[in-house]
C-alpha cells in the first residue's frame, strides 16, 4: 500500500521559512508528478507546486519566488523550501503522488504563519 509522510510544519512568524519533506513508501516505481498542496480553513485544497519527473515545476502564483519545490536524492521523496511566509499561507498543506487522478495524499502537515 502506497503512503505518504509529510513533515516540517509548525508555528512560524511572518517573514519566516519552514521546510516541508514528503516521503513515498510502499512502492518501488517512481511516482510522478508530485506536488503539494493546502487547504486553509473555509477554503478549498488548492494547488501551491508541482514538480514533474523531467524535473520542471509549477506554482500557484500566490507562493512564486517564495517557495521552491525540489526532489530528493532519495525515490519518491520532496521538498518544499517556504520562505517570506505570510500570514495568508497558513493552512493544512499536504502532499500529493501521482496527480489528482492516483488519490495518493499524505494526512497533511499544519503551517501556522503569525502576523
Known amino acids: 500500500q502506497v503512503q505518504l509522510v509529510e513533515s516540517g510544519g509548525g508555528l512560524v512568524q511572518a517573514g519566516g521559512s519552514l521546510r516541508l519533506s514528503c516521503a513515498v513508501s510502499?512502492?518501488?516505481?517512481?511516482?510522478?508528478?508530485m506536488g503539494w498542496y493546502r487547504q486553509a480553513p473555509g477554503k478549498q485544497r488548492g494547488l501551491v507546486a508541482a514538480?514533474?519527473?523531467?524535473?520542471?515545476?509549477n506554482y500557484a502564483d500566490s507562493v512564486k519566488g517564495r517557495f521552491t519545490i525540489s526532489k530528493g536524492n532519495a525515490k519518491n521523496t520532496v521538498y518544499m523550501e517556504m520562505n517570506s511566509l505570510k500570514p495568508e499561507d497558513t493552512a493544512v498543506y499536504y502532499c500529493?503522488?501521482?496527480?489528482?487522478?492516483?488519490?495518493?495524499w499524505g494526512k497533511g502537515t499544519l503551517v501556522t504563519v503569525s502576523s
Open positions: 500529493n503522488a501521482g496527480g489528482l487522478d492516483s488519490n495518493i
Open positions: 510502499g512502492t518501488t516505481f517512481s511516482i510522478h508528478p
Open positions: 514538480i514533474r519527473r523531467d524535473g520542471s515545476t
